[in-house]
Nanobody, 120 residues
Framework: QVQLVESGGGLVQPGGSLRLSCAAS????????MRWYRQAPGKERELAAT????????TYADSVRGRFTISRDNAKNTVYLQMNSLKPEDTAVYLC?????????????WGQGTQVTVSS
């Protein structure tokens, strides 16, 4: 059974930091590209950051570039999102997503999400 379990969300003041984690089980983690999405109330889901299976490539949305850092530890089957200089507009549910393609077939999985609230 595949599970992606996010943790590390919470309430933080503007300008503060949080580190999100997403622990994967039931997959060969090192074969999966990982993504962090976020969804704010009433808004479409937004891709925040991506990382390749071997961490050789990362990408960021313009809205988070320079403030957020995605990383992974394949030995721990975990992907992280370090979020600094948080703003109220970063308030959202943050979800991790795993994707791989094997012999032309795509496999993808979602976590349940962790709430991040940025407010004074």
């Amino acid at each position: 059974q595949v599970q992606l379990v996010e943790s590390g969300g919470g309430l933080v003041q503007p300008g503060g930091s949080l580190r999100l984690s997403c622990a994967a089980s039931g997959i060969t983690f090192s074969r999966y590209a990982m993504r962090w999405y976020r969804q704010a109330p009433g808004k479409e889901r937004e891709l925040a950051a991506t990382i390749s299976p071997a961490s050789s490539s990362t990408t960021y949305a313009d809205s988070v570039r320079g403030r957020f850092t995605i990383s992974r530890d394949n030995a721990k089957n975990t992907v992280y999102l370090q979020m600094n200089s948080l703003k109220p507009e970063d308030t959202a549910v943050y979800l991790c997503y795993a994707r791989t393609v094997v012999l032309g077939r795509e496999y993808n999985y979602w976590g349940q999400g962790t709430q991040v609230t940025v407010s004074s």
